[in-house]
């Protein structure tokens, strides 16, 4: 490969998308196995709150590939889990 002057960090594209609306009950393992299936991912957060460790109704999915993520984007929006329709 190139030389890696002043070691620099290599840049990397982010895939990462924001799931919004989602039902308290969702898990992390839940985002992952809804999402799995368009394509590799690194790994998925339920965001909480600090104090009380209840879900904020939100969390990322990091996929491993940007056209992944824009898939999902494009194809998932409203889909539901656990029954309730997600963003």
């Known amino acids: 490969g190139e030389p890696n002057p002043a070691g620099k ?7 990462a998308l924001y799931v919004g609306d989602l039902d308290p009950d969702v898990t992390e393992d ?3 196995k809804k999402f799995r299936p ?3 991912l690194r790994f998925t957060r339920i965001c909480r709150d600090p104090v009380t460790r209840s879900p904020l109704g939100y ?9 992944d993520a824009e898939w999902a984007l494009n194809t ?3 889909d539901l889990i656990n029954g309730k329709p997600f963003r």
């Open 9 to 15: 960090k290599k840049k990397y594209l982010k895939a």
């Open 30 to 32: 839940m985002l992952y």
């Open 76 to 78: 998932m929006n409203f």
């Open 59 to 67: 969390g990322y999915v990091n996929f491993r590939f940007p056209a």
């Open 38 to 40: 368009a394509g590799p």
